[in-house]
C-alpha cells in the first residue's frame, strides 16, 4: 500500500516513528523528508505523491491546523476520495485540536498518547503485537539488510557518525564495582564512535 504523509514540520519528531514503523511493517510510504532531494519541484513532488497514494495520512495537530500545506495537502485528498473513492483518508490526531469539520465524519486514529504500535496497527488492520512483530521481522528478512545487535544499544545497521558497516562494529562492556553496574555497548572502529548504556 502505498501511504503519503500529510504533517507540519514542527511535529516531525512525533510523525517520524509511525511513519517508519509503517514503513516496516510493508508499506510504501512517502514523506518529504525521504523522497524529496535538492532540485526537485516539492508542489511537482506532493502532487504526483498525492494522485499515486493509496493512503493519505493527515497528522493532525495545533501546527497542522495552520499549516497551507497540510490544509491543501488533506483538502487535495479529500477531493480525490470524493471524485472517484481511490484513496483513503486517515486523520491521525496529534493532541485535542479539532478536525476540520469535513474531517470530522472520518475515522481518525489517536496518536496523542505515543503509542507508535497501537496505531500502526489500526492504520494496517494488524490485530496484535505479535502480528505486527512478525510482518516488521519479515521486511528486515526480505530486505537482506545486515544488523547486529549490541546490548547495551540494540540493533545497528552500521555507524552512525561513519557509515561504517555492522561487521566494523565491536561490542564493548564494563563494570563499575562501587556501583555493582554493568555497562555495555558498541563502538566503531573506524571513528571511535561509541554508544551504549546500563545493563
Given amino acids: 500500500m502505498r501511504a503519503f504523509i500529510s504533517h507540519n514540520h514542527r511535529d516531525k519528531p512525533r510523525v517520524n516513528p509511525l511513519a517508519s514503523r509503517l514503513q516496516l511493517l510493508g508499506m510504501d510510504v512517502w514523506l518529504d523528508a525521504w523522497k524529496i532531494k535538492p532540485g526537485d519541484s516539492i508542489v511537482g513532488e506532493v502532487n504526483a505523491a498525492i494522485g499515486a497514494a493509496e493512503s493519505v495520512l493527515v497528522f493532525w495537530s495545533a501546527n497542522a491546523a495552520v499549516s497551507r500545506w497540510v490544509n491543501t495537502e488533506w483538502e487535495a485528498a479529500l477531493s480525490r476520495c470524493l471524485r472517484d473513492g481511490s484513496v ?15 474531517l470530522e465524519p472520518i475515522m481518525w486514529v489517536s496518536l496523542a498518547d505515543g503509542d507508535v504500535d497501537r496505531a500502526a496497527r489500526e492504520i494496517t488492520g494488524i490485530k496484535s503485537q505479535a502480528e505486527i512483530n512478525k510482518a516488521m521481522q519479515q521486511t528486515l528478512e526480505e530486505s537482506g539488510i545486515e544488523y547486529r545487535h549490541f546490548p ?43 554508544e551504549g548504556g546500563e545493563i
Avoid: F, K, Q
Wanted: aromatic share 6%; charged share 20%; glycine share 8%.
Fill in 152 to 194: 547495551g544499544y540494540g540493533a545497528a545497521v552500521g555507524c552512525p557518525r561513519c557509515g561504517a558497516p555492522s561487521s566494523e562494529l565491536e561490542s564493548w562492556s564494563a563494570v563499575d564495582r562501587n556501583r555493582d553496574d554493568m555497562y555495555a555497548g558498541v563502538r566503531c572502529i573506524h571513528c571511535d564512535w561509541t
Fill in 88 to 102: 483513503r483518508v486517515i486523520p491521525v490526531m496529534l493532541d485535542d485540536t479539532p478536525l476540520p469539520s469535513l
